[in-house]
């Protein structure tokens, strides 16, 4: 058996063979597409561009910029909670009242008619951008008035601005109780370290300077480190004038019983005795003349005798002179270990206070630390609470949110217009139509006798089987003639 080619005619006369098949799906979609068109309520869709800019608080620079897009994203994503919120969109629609339609009894506004509005409303960032990344934006309500979608884009712009100035009033008055109680806080602390810190400079009234140069400065210059330095430099003179003097005794006391020892004595420890000084050098110039003296004359000889008693004479005064120095040089040492006693007595104390104050200077340099933070935390707070209440006035004098030029509703309804939707009902009816006939009638099919055509199925199936048909053909043939 041979499949038969579907033509246009074939399909041209088929519908033409059975005109309801095709008029009647046609009439009816064309009919529940005219009824739709009349029926369908118009739809009007009014945006408005909104612009949102960033409080000015601190930043001179560049006031009303956010600092950074998240800001920015963050302050828009708050103000689409608030344009669908159920208390704006409620305070909106009593600004402008119910339409002209609505029954009187019922409540204005309902929840019906909230819900309703909340579908109804969007905020979408202008084309081509991403929500979140510019400031402008822009706030659309749809309605089945044209003048109506206008009205409550207005209304709900001046209610989103309303709620969003009271919102940040209301976290300005938060963020003001919040900062008030943590400045008082920080003024007890601050105080608390403040009194602290003076108790303990009470404590060393004469030498707060030097314990404040010691926080400040632990290896800088003072008046007490001067003087101990000083000091330590002085008692080092005194001490080495002191052993000195003891070895001048020591010599002194040697050479008493044979001054010729003197003249082995280095001029270093002579320079405090002039004197002995110059008794030792003019013993050294007598025997020098005496030794001269012998070299050209004998022992008895007048000039010698004369240098010897010379020496001798010499040699007796300085050593009467070596007493007289022995006991001045006593005196010297008394009175310079009474100096050295003194000054290490001063210096002893000097110590004591600057371990004493080296002691304390770590609880001291605590107390100022702490101090000095309480008292930058007091300023940091006072200065969050001032630009608090700034905001907190900013807020009830001006909106963060922007109306840009006027709400546009455009010149024409949403969606298609009543011809378009009419055509499209004709249009889906021809083609409901085509496929009932391609789903019920076959128009590749030969033409058969009415009579043959209208067999019952047991006279076809006998007729089949006469023919000597197998019943996969039989069933392949019935179904081609569309029984």
Request: glycine fraction near 8%.
């Amino acid at each position: 058996m041979t499949q038969a080619t579907i033509r246009p005619s074939d399909v041209v006369q088929t519908v033409t063979e059975h005109p309801w098949r095709t008029i009647v799906p046609v009439a009816v979609v064309t009919l529940l597409a005219l009824a739709y068109a009349v029926a369908r309520p118009t739809s009007w869709e009014a945006a408005q561009a909104l612009v949102v800019r960033d409080e000015v608080g601190d930043r001179l620079t560049r006031p009303g910029k956010f600092a950074h897009v998240d800001e920015m994203k963050t302050s828009q994503e708050t103000i689409l909670e608030l344009a669908k919120s159920r208390g704006v969109l409620s305070k909106a629609l009593a600004e402008i009242g119910p339409p002209t339609d609505r029954h009187a009894s019922r409540p204005w506004p309902s929840e019906q008619d909230l819900e309703a509005l909340q579908g109804n409303v969007k905020i979408t960032p202008p084309k081509g951008a991403e929500f979140g990344k510019t400031e402008v934006f822009y706030l659309k309500v749809q309605d089945t008035n044209q003048h109506r979608a206008v009205e409550l884009t207005l209304a709900i712009c001046r209610q989103l601005q309303n709620r969003f100035a009271e919102l940040r009033e209301a976290k300005a008055h938060s963020t003001i109780d919040e900062l008030t109680r943590s400045v008082t806080l920080a003024h007890d602390d601050l105080a608390t370290a403040t009194r602290a810190l003076g108790d303990m400079e009470q404590r060393f009234g004469g030498d707060l300077s030097e314990l404040r140069i010691l926080n400040e400065s632990p290896s800088g210059d003072s008046d007490l480190r001067r003087t101990a330095i000083e000091l330590e430099k002085e008692l080092r003179g005194y001490q080495a004038t002191q052993t000195e003097g003891q070895e001048l005794l020591k010599l002194l006391a040697s050479a008493q019983g044979d001054p010729s020892k003197l003249l082995a004595s280095p001029s270093v420890l002579l320079k405090s005795q002039p004197a002995l000084g110059r008794l030792k050098d003019g013993l050294v110039d007598a025997q020098l003349r005496t030794g001269q003296a012998l070299g050209t004359m004998s022992q008895d000889h007048p000039l010698v005798q004369a240098a010897h008693a010379a020496e001798q004479a010499i040699g007796e005064q300085l050593h009467d002179e070596i007493g007289v120095a022995i006991r001045g040089i006593e005196v010297d040492l008394r009175v310079n270990a009474d100096r050295i006693r003194a000054l290490e007595e001063q210096n002893s104390a000097i110590q004591g206070r600057l371990g004493r104050l080296a002691t304390v200077r770590a609880e001291y340099a605590n107390l100022v630390a702490a101090t000095k933070y309480r008292g930058e935390t007091l300023k940091a707070v006072e200065r969050d609470l001032a630009e608090a209440r700034s905001s907190q006035a900013a807020a009830r004098a001006a909106s963060l949110i922007n109306l840009v030029d006027s709400p546009d509703a455009g010149s024409r309804p949403l969606g298609p217009g009543r011809t378009t939707i009419v055509l499209a009902g004709i249009g889906g009816g021809l083609l409901i139509a085509l496929a009932i006939v391609f789903l019920t009638i076959n128009p590749g099919t030969p033409h058969e006798s009415q009579a043959a055509r209208t067999l019952p199925m047991p006279s076809a199936q006998i007729a089949e089987r006469a023919t000597g048909l197998t019943l996969k053909q039989a069933l392949q043939r019935v179904a081609a003639r569309g029984i």
